[in-house]
């Protein structure tokens, strides 16, 4: 189960590296919205091009993990997403975070432990 670990941890740093792409793109670009401006802004910035190669590669592994790990190991594994989303709002966001969001974190990793034992 270790190696599910592996894999999972490299998954959930791929799907965050996604969100903090997509996110450094979208302060970028004007507002969401179905009209030709929004749409050449997002496929003209980097950023959000960026964003898709790492949800794609993310989703790649994602397939591999649960076509080799069963489905009720593999599934939490995703959370470590939030462990990985926290510290990205710290390091690239500056963004505050709670006691008790970090009790939150150390429950999660706590859970993936339990499951990969």
């Known amino acids: 189960m270790w190696r599910l670990v592996t894999y999972a941890v490299i998954q ?4 965050c590296g996604g969100q903090v792409f997509l996110k450094f793109a979208l302060t970028r670009m004007p507002s969401f919205g179905w009209n030709k401006a929004f749409w050449v802004a997002a496929l003209t910035n980097w950023q959000f091009a960026v964003s898709g ?10 397939m591999y993990i649960i076509k080799h790990f069963p489905f009720s190991a593999a599934y939490p594994m995703v959370s470590l997403s939030y462990v990985f989303g926290m510290l990205a709002a ?3 966001f500056n963004e505050e975070v709670s006691l008790s969001k970090w009790i ?9 432990f339990l499951i990969a034992k």
């Open 104 to 112: 939150g974190v150390l429950c999660i990793v706590i859970g993936c």
């Open 90 to 92: 710290i390091l690239f």
């Open 53 to 62: 190669i790492l949800f794609g590669t993310c989703s790649l592994l994602w």
């Open 12 to 15: 959930s740093m791929l799907l």
